[in-house]
């Protein structure tokens, strides 16, 4: 269970949010919702240890955020395409996915043919399209070992296709115990999932 109690947020002079309180459990996909600079982006990085909330505490399974435990079952994944120009698809995916655990090429092209980039593994990626460049990123999700994936607009750029790819795999996720907390501006047809409103 991924537990929050009365978080707040504040950027420079602006409370995003404050005595936010909600618990995720196990098979449970999240959308956060919101207007832009409502908090959304920030809470996802509280969520991955990346930022520091106002006050309140984040914890799974009674693990602070931040501490070891909690941090090796985390996935997080900005918004921002976070790719190398110059390095193929393979070498950004190995790149983003190596600080968790080994992984080897045959991992990696796997990960890249399920997303649907058969054929692009070795081409740089300042030659790929916006769409392309997201699905290397995304493609971290099929060689993730976390429980916990934290999304931020992870359908951005993707065709109709690359959403359904990348839906089915949240789903199958979720299914085997893990937890998907997200943000979208587009339509989602995630089953079952849970809200929380900014």
């Known amino acids: 269970m991924l537990k929050v109690e009365n978080l707040s947020c504040q950027k420079g002079y602006n409370l995003l949010f404050e005595n936010l309180f909600f618990k995720v459990n196990s ?3 999240l959308r956060i919702t919101g207007i832009n600079g409502s908090g959304k982006t920030s809470i996802l990085k509280i ?4 930022s ?9 399974n009674d693990n602070q955020v ?3 435990a909690y941090q090796k ?9 976070a790719l190398s120009n110059e390095l193929t698809s393979v070498e950004n995916l190995k790149f983003l996915t190596v600080l968790n655990h080994p992984v080897n090429l045959q991992s990696l092209t796997g990960a ?14 300042g030659k790929l399209s916006a769409g392309q460049k ?8 099929f060689i993730s070992t976390a429980k916990i994936w934290l999304l931020d607009e992870p359908f951005t750029a993707l065709d109709s296709i690359g959403i359904t790819i990348v839906e089915n795999h949240i789903i199958q996720h979720c299914k085997k115990g893990g937890i998907c907390i997200f943000t979208t501006h587009q339509d989602s047809v995630l089953p079952s999932q849970k809200t929380l409103a900014l």
């Open 27 to 29: 098979g449970d996909i």
């Open 47 to 50: 969520l991955a240890g990346l």
């Open 52 to 60: 520091a909330q106002e006050q309140g505490t984040v914890t799974l």
């Open 66 to 68: 931040k501490s070891d």
């Open 73 to 81: 079952q985390v996935f997080y994944l900005g918004h921002l395409s």
């Open 112 to 125: 890249l043919n399920k997303i649907g980039l058969k054929g692009y593994e070795n081409e740089v990626c």
């Open 134 to 141: 997201r699905r290397v990123i995304l493609a971290a999700l």
